[in-house]
């Protein structure tokens, strides 16, 4: 395991990402980055072209841009290194030039899905089978249906693109219609993780298909999306969901280091381009583009490591902030995919019935070529993260009440800053306050080749032209090339719901901050240096022989001892808060003097360097006595449990 002590990758300001104790990055600079998470969609989704007969009704329905869309294989590894830059407090992604984030104009060119129009929402009071059956014309078996949710493959087996009558009558087609639209959303734009199961709620809204384009199915889309790579911030998360074509074509075309060389020609599964404008005169939108892509093939966690510090090493110049310039993508965006642009700027919820995400473009004002500033603290939607579909009917229309009267004043939500003459500057104050609240890196390697690297290109450049001591000047040349690890693959003020509203009162919701398990400590348990953690020598393992408690005294005994520890370092962390500076944790010198040493595992339990030794002094003597009272409450539930 690397030591990385002495390295404080962030965030110095705790204010905006409060939920690194529970997030995957710091799973993974704790030792734990074994984890390769699987994407999921349906099986026999394959959408290169849909079925002719149907294409009018997609267009009708608004489904047509989607169902042109194409088809690569997903990178897991790539969707993996994306989730843990991935921040659930802000519904962006810290990379090191500063945030970024999917949003409804990226959902829709290259989705080509309608954004702007009603919310994707409606109540679940239904006779399910019989839904089914006045949509289909055919009535699921029970093994097929379950509460709210239908079997893809009953609808792959009843209703494929091959099984489309020649002489089909209006109301078969709408019924074909309406299958391909569901196993549109079930397999590919909002696949859960299993990738077999499709919600049933979605069907009431399609039952006129003519009405279906008066919804915003993309904001229903990236919000399912934002709330799948939420959940998978867990560090013991291996499937995720959500549209993940979406997520690789938008990264593809912003990081041009993370996006795969296209081998030339079409793919095998495409027509010819003659045959492909005869059969299909309407554009794809412009994720198509990608489907000449075939995919990777290498070793499980090589590729995750490598994306990871090929991100960490990133320079400010390595993100296209604007991709779908007229200059670049002239003739590559239909007109369709344009429709409603005067939301994309919006800072509105994103509901798809009962999940409630937030677009925030204050956050991101670079993606639209204009000035970004400090934005003001996110929407907390903490206790909204865990609101679940329980299968229990709900009229989510009155539930969400709140969330649709905002989404209904999207046009006088639209965010605005002037124009962006140049690039911001690192002494910017948007920058100087991002390296602030931002996680620099993900794992200590990267971290310490990212720091060697800065230190020869400021070496490099110090000496000047010509240099002052050539020898100096070449050793960094030669030791810059050492760095260079490995490319991943072929790489070439608005009114808010009130403060304390927590969403529908069905169940008691618990915070994310809670239900996501803590990260465990490794780093500090490897070694001496154990900084005051838990499974240090001076806390409760050592106190008569109590680091055998799960033997000893039982379940109960460990789980309270537990609740102890975890609440210390909540506690710990809410004083360390006001005390820290805003600098890196110094290395020191542990030979020199036994009090510096002891001095310095405090700090790097927090984390953090104290601004004076009488601060640092009075919260050893705090964590002193919230040890000694721990060990009391630990003898106290050992003899409660005899």
């Known amino acids: 395991m690397h030591r990385a002590n002495n390295i404080q990758p962030g965030p110095v ?38 079925p002719r007969p149907l294409i009018g009704l997609l267009e009708m329905a608004g489904f047509y841009g989607s169902a042109r869309a194409g088809y690569f294989p997903y990178n897991h590894h790539l969707v993996s290194a994306m989730v843990e830059r991935w921040r659930p407090e802000t519904h962006t992604f810290h990379m090191p030039m500063g945030e ?46 379950e509460g709210q949710r239908l079997k893809m493959k009953w609808l792959d087996t009843n209703f494929g693109d091959n099984q489309i009558p020649k002489d089909a009558t209006e109301v078969q087609l709408q019924q074909f219609t309406r299958a391909y639209i569901m196993r549109l959303i079930g397999g590919f734009l909002m696949p859960d993780t299993s990738g077999n199961w499709v919600q049933l709620r979605y069907l009431p809204l399609l039952q006129d298909l003519a009405g279906a384009r008066r919804y915003s199915w993309g904001s229903a889309v990236l919000a399912f999306l934002f709330r799948e790579m939420c959940i998978a911030t867990r560090h013991d998360m291996v499937n995720i969901g959500g549209c993940m074509h979406l997520l690789h074509v938008w990264v593809w075309d912003r990081f041009p280091l993370l996006a795969p060389k296209i081998i030339k020609g079409r793919h095998p599964l495409r027509l010819s381009q003659e045959n492909e404008l005869e059969m299909y005169p309407i554009p794809p939108p412009l994720g198509f583009r990608w489907t000449d892509y075939r995919g990777l093939k290498a070793s499980s966690m090589d590729l995750v490591a490598s994306y990871r510090r ?19 993508c002239q003739g590559h965006i239909p007109p369709y995919c344009r429709e409603g642009n005067e939301i994309w700027r919006a800072h509105v919820p994103l509901i798809c019935f009962h999940i409630v995400e937030w677009q925030q473009p204050d956050r991101v004002m670079r993606q639209f070529g204009l000035q970004q500033r400090i934005p003001p603290c996110p929407i907390n939607l903490d206790i909204g993260h865990t609101q679940e579909l329980t299968g229990i009917e709900v ?74 001591h050539k020898d100096i000047r070449e050793l960094c040349d030669q030791l810059t090339p050492l760095l260079d690890y490995p490319m991943a693959g072929p790489l070439q003020e608005l009114y808010h719901p ?145």
């Not at 090929?310 to 670049?328: A, K, S």
């Not at 104050?429 to 200590?444: L, N």
């Open 498 to 642: 009130p403060e304390g509203y927590s969403g529908p009162m069905r169940s008691n919701a618990s915070p994310m901050s809670r239900l996501h398990p803590v990260v465990p400590r490794l780093l500090d348990e490897d070694g001496s240096d154990n900084g005051g953690d838990d499974n240090g020598p001076n806390d409760d393992d050592n106190d008569n022989g109590a680091g055998d408690d799960k033997h000893q005294v039982g379940e109960q005994l460990v789980q309270q001892r537990h609740r102890v520890q975890h609440q210390r370092r909540v506690r710990d962390r809410q004083s360390s808060f006001s005390l820290r500076t805003q600098s890196l944790c110094p290395s020191v010198d542990f030979d020199t003097d036994a009090n510096l040493k002891e001095q310095h595992e405090i700090n790097v339990e927090t984390g953090y360097k104290y601004a004076s030794e009488k601060q640092a002094a009075a919260l050893e003597a705090e964590r002193r006595a919230a040890i000694e009272a721990e060990r009391r409450a630990a003898k106290e539930a050992e003899t409660s449990h005899y």
């Open 395 to 468: 009229n989510w229309p009155a539930e969400q009440q709140r969330y649709v009267e905002l989404w209904e004043q999207r046009l006088q939500r639209i965010i605005t800053t002037p124009v962006a003459i140049s690039p911001l500057s690192h002494d910017s104050s948007y920058m100087r306050w991002y390296e602030m609240v931002t996680r620099k890196w993900i794992d200590p390697y990267g971290a310490a080749l990212s720091i060697a690297a800065n230190a020869f290109i400021f070496i490099r450049q110090a000496m000047g032209d010509p240099p002052k």
């Open 13 to 50: 300001d705790e204010s905006v990402l409060y939920l690194q104790h529970v997030h995957i990055s710091e799973a993974v600079w704790q030792g734990l980055d074994g984890r390769v998470l699987r994407p999921r969609r349906h099986a026999s989704t394959n959408f290169h072209y849909p």
């Open 310 to 328: 090929t991100i960490d090493q990133m320079f400010d110049d390595d993100i296209v902030w604007q991709p779908y310039d007229p200059h670049v």
């Open 100 to 145: 970024c984030t999917i949003t409804l104009e990226d959902v829709a060119i290259q989705l080509g899905l309608p954004i702007d129009g009603l919310p994707v929402i409606g109540s679940t009071h239904q006779d399910w089978a019989q839904l089914c059956e006045q949509c289909f014309g055919l009535r699921p078996a029970d093994g097929d249906i």
